[in-house]
């Protein structure tokens, strides 16, 4: 069974920072590409970066300020968000797939909430 448990979430001030994880299980970590989304209250769900083996990429948004991490050996992903903002509150999902999808990658996490206070 495919699992995908985000964590890290929480309440933080503007101009802070927040780690999140995702944890992944019952696929082939190595071969999928995995990816961030969020979706902020009122709006509709939107990427913000996706990793793969060789490439990284990011939603100008967070360009500069986000950052993706692989860890093979404990099949997790990383995002490292800096310089928060009130406008990056969302529930933010990790998800994969075998390529980099804008929208419908195979496998979702059920998310955690990030709350960036001013």
């Known amino acids: 069974e495919v699992q995908l448990v985000e964590s890290g979430g929480g309440l933080v001030q503007v101009g802070g920072s927040l780690r999140l994880s995702c944890a992944a299980s019952?696929?082939?970590?190595?071969?999928?590409?995995m990816a961030w989304f969020r979706q902020a209250p009122g709006k509709e769900r939107e990427g913000v970066g996706c990793?793969?083996?060789?490439?990284?990429y990011y939603a100008d948004s967070v360009k500069g300020r986000f950052t993706l991490s692989r860890d093979s050996a404990k099949s997790t992903i990383y995002l490292q968000m800096d310089s928060l903002k009130p406008e990056d509150t969302a529930v933010y999902f990790c998800?994969?797939?075998?390529?980099?999808?804008?929208?419908?990658?195979?496998?979702w996490g059920k998310g955690t909430l990030v709350t960036v206070s001013s």
């Open positions: 998800a994969a797939d075998m390529v980099c999808q804008s929208e419908d990658m195979d496998y």
């Open positions: 019952g696929f082939t970590f190595d071969h999928y590409a």
């Open positions: 990793i793969t083996s060789g490439s990284t």
